[in-house]
């Protein structure tokens, strides 16, 4: 492609394309490959870079290899892409990398008595900093472009250099493209693939007092993010509750019905405290550490820069970070025992897991969290800590999915993070350590069920079910009622998904069964909004089933369910989750009234009980913000004005003229509240103009001229036009 200076209309869309291109490329892993990106924006290149580590780096099912024996440790955690600065007083990346590798050969896994094994693969290589030249002296700039004009030898000669058995990323900015073109046309003419990203160029002056941020998003747009229903901690060692509320599917009589939704919530687990505790002093100047990635140094001083030193706390993590720091680097110095550097390593990722679990949850806090224990397993593979930091590794892969500025990696974080789970399963016996065992099954479970948004929602819907089910083997009622409730919850809830898919009725049932034995252990006096949620979710579950069995049976029990959790869910502790019942029992009133079995006095009364139902909902939603409802709340005003035409236009209910009128005004008022937010393209604009009209004719059928020129006189002028050849 042609790297001359491009002016994007759309600079966003445009770098996301690169991106993937880029990060495709990366993990193809193919051999004697040379990329080039151009980018003169730091920010976005610190960006771009940082999310190749995140995601290509530690493919999960690459991090650790399971021996064929028993007996024998499972091999160190390597990495499948390596970031390095370029060295500035000697800047000759392939030394560099030769080094590296030097400093860590790649493992031999699979050894036994009968085989030597097999090596792991050499990894890729990006490297930063070249733009940092610029403030060298002119002879190391030349050098530079000396060791690049020797690529083409090193190439001629693999033997000689062992980075040819992967990929090279360099990073550079259009200057030292030019400068590479003219005075390294050896190196240039190497090249596989130049990829190149739109933006402003950033001053190199500016950079000289700290390093690089890593903590701006807002110029790359990587990808979309959609935000959970619910607000929830979303750092969980053990997700006791799952985050995705089911979305009811509604197909009554109703033609245009609301969403109803079963919500999920998570508690939150008490905070560990850190068992190493680290002395406390002021640091005044940013030390240089040689033994630490750059990448890991960068994040962690990212993070100091960007927190309030105001807060107490705030500086006092600060200082741990970085006496932290100062102490890997020492043990490395040292050359100390791989399992005292793994430690070390541990408590760095345990004190950024802290600063998440205290809602601190950004990209930096993450990746500093995960390369800290992705160092502590590569240190020390064997400790017997590995098995809760894969925990926590799959729960951090989990959490870069929920964290914005999200991207299309949310579907590949997810799987990164189960595969860490059932790294972590696969060391652990249920036997001897159940409690971890059931901790690790059920957040599998809640990861499948946010894969299962993305792909195969019947297979992954199942490993839920299957996870969730081995947890309540291991956490019993007796020994933890109210974690077990929480399983029974999800474990409800992941049958009701699968209902939606597959065997809807045998499911449904199953879900009611598990919402049921949820409900046990949670006593409204103590914990009146679970209690609420739970017999929320069995009203929608009967709901559901009520169009698969037994319609009349299971909608009177919805009815019920409803009822129960209205206690407890009141416009004044959550107004929200009771606005979304509200709706959810004027739904099922609705379907009441119109069974066939429903006398004509039983369906006046569900009918009345119906636009209650709607009317409450509506009036609690208007006091909230649109964007908090978990359901469209100009449905509902459709739905009302179908339950008041109903009552209106049946001929065999005992209805006086008056109250027809009542009605009939009634139901033109809450479908013109509905067509005001629609716009002529959406398909629900013709459909509530459909209910306009049809309810100006009942003006004219049960009131005459004078009921239809009423009904008019409340039509805005420019409906007219469209309303009165439909007449």
């Keep these: 492609m042609s790297v001359n200076e491009t002016a994007h209309s759309d600079k966003f869309v445009w770098n996301r394309q690169v991106y993937h291109r880029l990060k495709l490329a990366l993990s193809l892993g193919l051999r004697r490959q040379i990329f080039l990106a151009i980018c003169d924006d730091l920010s976005i290149r610190n960006q771009v870079a940082a999310r190749l580590h995140s995601t290509l780096a530690y493919p999960v099912g690459q991090v650790l290899y399971q021996p064929s024996e028993i007996q024998e440790a499972s091999t160190p955690a390597y990495p499948r892409l390596v970031t390095l600065r370029l060295n500035l007083s000697d800047p000759n990346p392939i030394a560099q990398i030769n080094q590296w590798l030097v400093n860590y050969p790649p493992p031999i896994v699979g050894a036994s008595k009968d085989s030597p094994g097999r090596s792991l693969p050499i990894p890729g290589f990006q ?132 969403v109803s939704r079963s919500e999920i919530l998570m508690p939150e687990p008490p905070q560990e405290e850190l068992t190493h505790q680290i002395s406390v002093s002021e640091t005044s100047s940013e030390p240089k550490f040689t033994h630490i990635s750059q990448e890991l140094t960068e994040l962690i001083q990212a993070t100091i820069n960007n927190t309030d030193h105001a807060i107490a706390q705030n500086r006092d993590e600060s200082i741990q970070a970085q006496q932290l720091l100062e102490e890997i680097d020492a043990l490395h110095s040292k050359q100390a025992l791989p399992e005292t550097i793994a430690a070390a390593y541990h408590r760095l990722g345990n004190l950024y897991r802290l600063r998440l679990e205290q809602g601190q949850a950004n990209i930096e806090n993450i990746m500093v969290a995960i390369l800290a224990y992705q160092e502590a397993i590569t240190h020390d593979e064997t400790s017997s800590h590995v098995p809760d930091i894969l925990n926590d590794l799959g729960t951090l892969y989990w959490m870069l999915y929920r964290t914005p500025p999200n991207s299309e990696e949310g579907q590949s974080y997810i799987e990164q993070g189960i595969e860490f789970y059932q790294l972590a399963l696969k060391l652990i016996s249920p036997d001897t350590h159940s409690e971890t065992y059931a901790r690790v099954q059920n957040n599998l479970g809640t990861a499948y069920g946010d894969l299962a948004r993305f792909k195969n929602p019947v297979k992954n819907w199942q490993q839920a079910i299957a996870a969730y089910t081995e947890v309540v083997r291991f956490r019993t009622n007796n020994m933890e009622p109210l974690k077990y409730a929480a399983t029974q919850n999800n474990l409800g809830t992941a049958y009701w998904h699968l209902a939606q898919h597959t065997q809807s009725a045998e499911n449904l049932h199953k879900a009611i069964a598990a919402y049921s034995l949820a409900l046990n252990y949670y006593h409204p006096e103590q914990e009146p909004l679970k209690y609420g949620m739970i017999q929320n979710n069995i009203g929608t579950a009967h709901w559901n089933l009520a169009q698969y069995d037994h319609p009349t049976e299971n909608l009177r029990l919805a009815v019920k369910a409803y009822g129960e959790a209205l206690k407890y869910r009141t416009p004044a502790n959550v107004p929200t989750a009771c606005a979304a019942t509200q709706n959810n029992l004027g739904t099922a009133y609705w379907n009441l009234a119109n069974q066939s079995q429903t006398t004509k006095e039983e369906r006046q009364k569900f009918l009345k009980l119906c636009i209650k139902a709607y009317e409450e909902c509506i009036a609690i939603a208007n006091s909230l913000s649109e964007d908090s409802l978990s359901f469209d709340i100009f449905t509902t005003h459709n739905n009302l004005g179908l339950a008041h035409y109903q009552l209106a236009s049946d001929q065999s209910l005992n209805i006086d003229k008056a109250s027809r009128s009542r009605h009939l005004e009634a139901a033109l008022e809450n479908h013109l509240q509905a067509l005001n937010r629609l716009t002529h393209k959406q398909e629900s604009y013709q459909t509530t103009f459909t209910y306009i009209v049809k309810t100006i004719r009942a003006f004219h059928n049960e009131l005459g001229i004078k009921g239809q020129n009423l009904a008019l006189s409340k039509v805005p002028g420019h409906l007219l036009s469209e309303i009165m050849p439909k007449l």
């Design 127 to 258: 490297i930063v900093g070249v733009e940092q030249l610029t403030k060298q002296p002119v002879a190391i700039q030349r050098l530079f472009l000396h060791y690049l004009r020797l690529t083409e030898q090193h190439l001629s000669s693999p033997e000689s250099s062992r980075f040819l058995e992967s990929s090279l990323l360099l990073w550079v900015p259009r200057p030292w493209l030019y400068a590479i073109q003219q005075s390294a046309p050896q190196f240039w003419r190497c090249r596989t693939g130049v990829f190149v990203f739109a933006g402003e160029p950033t001053p190199t002056a500016n950079n000289r007092s700290s390093p690089e941020r890593l903590s701006s998003y807002k110029s790359l747009d990587l990808g979309s993010f959609e935000q959970s229903v619910l607000e929830e901690s979303l750092f969980e060692v053990d997700f006791d509750f799952q985050s995705q509320p089911p979305v009811v599917n509604h197909q009554d009589k109703i033609p245009e019905t609301p």
